[in-house]
């Protein structure tokens, strides 16, 4: 009979705690409840229509007939906070996004039924961008040289964020890049006594090729150059953290790294730097590449699903955003 070795001082053996999985689940050092996560809406500037995304397999624009349905299914398997991106109308954008500050635009008036039939058992956070109202497509105002001007952009983009908060949005999310709105947005939403509003600002927001889906579904690409000269350089850790904490003095509550999954490194960063809460964005094109190969059997979607996410919440990511929110938790994949 072979004897067993001593592989380790003490005959320390850690595959002991791996045999069983229940065992294994007693042990897990990450953890990802459904409080966690946050499911991103497309919301079409109507009270009906459903359009699918090609580019996001499972992903639809939804009219506010529909977002209502789909908030309410989601909301009783335990997806309970809703990030809600707007389209424009037909003939809506304009050079200056004008349509993005409209109470009755597509956000604020999805915010109001939200808010309206659900209360406080849906938490409601809104993206404050002007890229899918603008007719250029970039994320503020253009000079006649094409360069997007940062001090101009501020007022639109506080006025879009106090009509997300005059919905009754919960949480407004800045993800333009200009350097201040944090600040400017702070202010213009105390100055209407909407002090209750907190800020989950999009703090490291990286110039990434992985938002080509979402670009899609948002009707929001630029239509001349590119991102690059207000969104950050996808080399830079350091600079990170210094918007990051720009943000933190500005009065943000809440921080964002996007994308996720090629910035852990990052997530680990601004986690160490900071004491906010910190969201992680599972992009679209994470997404969106993890549905492709899954619909042609080249993976487990379940288990690389599992393993992404934990790797975000393992990174340091307090929250995620990501779009298989719903589906993780409807079929147990956590």
């Given at each position: ?52 995304i090609d580019s ?149 927001k990286y110039a ?97 699903v599992r393993e ?27």
């Amino acid at each position: 009979m072979n004897r067993p070795i001593d592989v380790a001082p003490g005959r320390i053996r850690p595959r002991r705690l791996r045999r069983g999985a229940l065992l294994r689940a007693m042990v897990r050092e990450t953890r990802i409840a459904p409080e966690q996560l946050i499911m991103p809406h497309f919301v079409l500037p109507s009270a009906n229509g459903r359009q699918a995304i090609d580019s996001m397999p499972g992903i639809e624009r939804l009219g506010r007939d529909a977002l209502l349905e789909q908030v309410e299914s989601d909301a009783e398997i335990g997806v309970r906070n809703v990030l809600i991106f707007g389209l424009a109308g037909e003939g809506e954008k304009d050079p200056v996004a004008g349509a993005a500050s409209d109470p009755k635009g597509a956000v604020p008036l999805a915010v109001k039924e939200i808010k309206k039939r659900f209360g406080e058992d849906v938490l409601v956070i809104t993206d404050v961008c002007l890229c899918a109202y603008t007719d250029h497509g970039h994320c503020g105002f253009l000079d006649d040289a094409g360069r997007v001007l940062n001090d101009p952009s501020l007022e639109q983009l506080t006025a879009m964020a106090v009509a997300h908060a005059e919905a009754g949005a919960d949480v407004v999310a800045p993800s333009d890049m200009m350097d201040g709105r944090v600040a400017a947005i702070r202010d213009g939403l105390d100055d209407r006594g909407l002090t209750e509003t907190a800020i989950l600002s999009y703090s490291v927001k990286y110039a990434s090729a992985y938002y080509g889906p979402f670009r899609d579904a948002a009707d929001s690409a630029p239509g001349k150059g590119d991102r690059q000269g207000y969104q950050m350089d996808s080399a830079n850790v350091r600079e990170a953290v210094k918007e990051a904490l720009l943000d933190v003095q500005e009065g943000a509550d809440m921080l964002m790294v996007k994308p996720a999954l090629a910035y852990l490194d990052v997530i680990r960063a601004v986690k160490e730097a900071t004491a906010l809460p910190l969201a992680a964005y599972n992009v679209s094109g994470e997404f969106s590449a993890v549905k492709a190969a899954a619909l042609r059997g080249w993976l487990d979607e379940a288990r690389v699903v599992r393993e992404n996410l934990h790797a975000m919440a393992r990174a340091g990511a307090d929250v995620i955003i990501t779009y298989h929110a719903r589906e993780a938790l409807r079929e147990g994949w956590l």
